[in-house]
């Protein structure tokens, strides 16, 4: 019984710090869709030994995609308790070798990508674009689900749409 109690008020806690992360960085917990991971990974260009970094990864859904399907060296970040223990589960249940980092991407250096994902949201976006300009080598490519980022020009959009509900996608190189 007291085992029990003692479960619940640490998930009650956890729920409580990811609610409160979700609030103050204003990106909620939103994961990308299975048909859309899978036209990104096509259309990124992604090859065996590259580095793959999944900014805000959620429950390292595209990480795991990403790893299995193309060989890379996935590495995540992710800020928010209870949605980081669901990426290490998922991690542990299929057996994948993507890195999943209980850490706030800012402060990470990235210059060791070659491709960044991100789901964000405009604001956050926009202070990454600084980030990336400052840190990412020449040649890395950077994918957005859904929102453009602010201070960096796109090289291609994949527009929205409605019949294969893939969102709109944009790809910008450093
Ligand atoms: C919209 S979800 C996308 C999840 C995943 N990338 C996907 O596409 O399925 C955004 C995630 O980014 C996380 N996040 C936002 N800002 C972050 C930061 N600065 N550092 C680490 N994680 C962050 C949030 O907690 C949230 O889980």
Same mark, same amino acid.
Do not use: W
């Given at each position: 019984?007291?085992? $029990? ?7 009650? /806690? ?27 990974? &096509?259309?990124?260009? /992604? ?20 790893? &299995? ?16 223990? /669901?990426?290490?589960?998922? &991690? ?19 210059? &060791? ?11 956050? $976006? ?49």
């Amino acid at each position: 019984m007291e085992i $029990l109690l003692v479960l619940i008020l640490i998930f009650t /806690l956890l729920f409580i710090a990811t609610a409160l992360v979700s609030l103050i960085l204003r990106v909620p917990y939103v994961p990308t869709k299975k048909r859309v991971m899978l036209e990104i990974i &096509k259309q990124s260009g /992604l090859k065996e030994g590259q580095t793959f970094l999944d900014l805000g990864c959620g429950d390292g859904r595209m990480l795991i995609e990403a790893e &299995k399907s193309t060989k890379v060296n996935a590495i995540g970040y992710e800020i928010a308790p209870l949605v980081y223990i /669901l990426a290490i589960v998922r &991690k542990i249940l299929t057996g994948s070798k993507a890195k999943i980092k209980f850490k706030n991407f800012f402060n990470e250096n990235l210059e &060791k990508a070659d491709v960044i994902f991100c789901y964000l949201m405009p604001a956050e $976006l926009e202070k990454l674009a600084k980030k990336i300009k400052s840190e990412c080598k020449k040649g890395t490519r950077v994918i957005s689900n859904t929102f453009h980022i602010q201070g960096l020009e796109p090289f291609k959009v994949i527009q929205k749409n409605e019949k294969t509900k893939i969102p709109t996608l944009y790809f910008y190189e450093v």
